[in-house]
């Protein structure tokens, strides 16, 4: 049975798609090199079936995990690199690398302005302080965006000059605020800025939802770490769990010391049989990515077309897939996401509503159907219950199903 989507919205889709000819051909591009990127690299390393098997308990000589690693840091242009299971989400293997690398009395200095909602806790803005870098005895500091919304060069290179600032945050997708996603350049471009006023400062990148959007990576461009999440791009939909840090060979090591404890670091840490979704979910994360992207580039011709405003807009090349979407009152915002829920092959029947999830500041709604709960890769759709009431859409492992649900999303907002 066909899905309940009226004639004049399947119009406009048809409208937005054949408006989007060049931007898809410029994202398939970017696929098809970045699958060259992979093959090579498990071609390089060498992948076997033996690889695929798991180990349990303490996980010594986990040849597929470790191979894994080496082929991440190989994609990343990186010395090294840890993929794990253990890792419960992106912002544990953030954590893990920024408590890894910071000791009391060190400053860290988010260069762009608040960090993501869940960090916030893990450097003590938020909550009741309990482990956070504060109770430690690290000071953070951060340099707000210039009233443009774009990083603020000058205001970047003050900070980074006292002698006391040992690591910079970057986080290279917008979260939860309104400034542009940074692209790896830009990226580059900063930390040129860092080097040039603090050479011995550590550069860490928050890599969520940017991984294979671009033919590069920022270790490849002057950052000494980076961190992300198997359930969003690089796991390609496959990936259970976990997570990754690639980057310089001595403070991927600092990490894994407290992903694990001092003595132990990487040598541990059981892939339970999960190595098969790892290394495939690698495999068709360039695939996958381009989906998503196409998916949020639909997206935002669609809203567009309705009348509102996106950001980024259709024809603007990306560095994320995160699309953001302003929908300006907050019964937009649900109508919106239970529209996307509708279109999900999990939990489809589910009407998400708003309610406070842990590590956020206010009320948050979702709309996730599926397969792996809580994978952004995966077609979803949340937002902070605030003004200005904007929704946050991300994922879709098929172009056609993250389609269908743009559709019955637009869909639900004309049934108002």
Not at 60 to 68: I, S, W
Not at 102 to 123: F, H, K
């Amino acid at each position: 049975m066909p899905l309940q989507i009226s004639d004049r919205v399947r119009a406009l889709g048809a409208q937005a798609q054949d408006a989007l000819s060049e931007q898809f051909a410029r994202i398939d591009a970017i696929a098809e090199y970045n699958t060259q990127k992979v093959l090579s690299a498990f071609q390089t390393h060498k992948v076997a079936e033996s690889m695929f098997q798991g180990t349990t308990g303490y996980g010594y000589d986990d040849l597929g995990r470790e191979t894994l690693g080496a082929i991440y840091a190989d994609l990343f242009g990186a010395e090294d690199a840890m993929v794990r299971i253990n890792f419960v989400n992106g912002t544990h293997a953030i954590a893990s690398a920024l408590y890894g690398v910071l000791r009391p009395g060190d400053v860290l200095v988010s260069a762009i302005g608040a960090p993501y909602d869940t960090l916030q806790g893990v450097i003590g803005i938020t909550g009741d302080g309990n482990g956070s870098l504060k109770e430690f005895g690290i000071t953070y500091r951060q340099v707000d965006l210039t009233p443009e919304n774009t990083p603020d060069l000058p205001g970047i290179a003050q900070a980074v000059q006292d002698p006391a600032v040992k690591a910079v945050l970057i986080q290279r997708s917008r979260g939860y605020a309104t400034r542009a996603s940074l692209s790896v350049a830009r990226i580059g471009e900063i930390c040129q800025v860092i080097r040039s006023h603090n050479p011995d400062v550590y550069i860490l990148v928050d890599n969520c939802y940017g991984e294979f959007v671009e033919t590069t990576e920022p270790t490849q461009v002057g950052a000494d770490l980076i961190m992300g999440s198997l359930i969003k791009n690089p796991g390609g939909g496959l990936a259970p769990m976990g997570g990754y840090v690639a980057g310089r060979r001595d403070l991927v090591e600092c990490a894994a010391t407290r992903m694990t404890v001092p003595g132990i670091g990487r040598e541990c840490g059981a892939s339970l049989g999960n190595n098969r979704a790892l290394y495939q979910g690698l495999f068709l994360a360039p695939h996958t990515v381009a989906q998503a992207t196409k998916t949020a580039v639909f997206a935002a011709k669609v809203m567009e077309l309705l009348g509102y405003r996106t950001d980024p807009m259709s024809q603007e090349i990306r560095h994320d897939i995160i699309q953001m979407i302003h929908l300006e009152t907050p019964e937009a915002v649900e109508r919106f996401c239970q529209g996307i829920q509708s279109g999900a092959p999990v939990d489809s029947y589910v009407t998400p509503v708003p309610w406070d999830m842990p590590g956020y500041d206010c009320p948050v709604i979702m709309a996730a159907g599926a397969f792996i709960q809580g994978a952004s890769i995966e077609l979803s759709a949340d937002a902070p219950m605030r003004p200005p009431y904007t929704v946050y859409l991300q994922g879709g492992l098929t172009y056609e199903s993250g389609k269908l649900g743009i559709l019955l999303a637009a869909d639900a907002l004309l049934r108002k």
